[in-house]
């Protein structure tokens, strides 16, 4: 399994965000058949030493990759 085409506010490699609470999509590259996403955790940072240093959603229960809004600062 491998997360691709990761976006913020449907753009790929964003250089500047104006949007309050901007929202993240990705897509799964897996050959498992009949394969769904059962959960997802986003973690953004600044440093990627240190994983979810601004926000963590931790667990997130759902098969949803699009549109999922950031709950940071």
């Not at 976006?7 to 790929?12: I, P, S």
């Not at 965000?17 to 953004?44: H, L, M, Y």
Request: net charge negative.
């Amino acid at each position: 399994m491998k997360i691709t085409n990761l976006k913020t506010e449907y753009m790929t490699d964003p250089l500047g965000v104006d949007q309050e609470r901007p929202v993240f999509g990705w897509n799964v590259a897996t050959d498992r058949k009949n394969w769904r996403q059962e959960s997802c955790r986003i973690q953004v940072t600044t440093d990627p030493d240190v994983p979810g240093q601004l926000w963590d959603s931790g667990k997130v229960d759902g098969p949803h990759m699009v549109n999922v809004p950031y709950g940071g600062p």
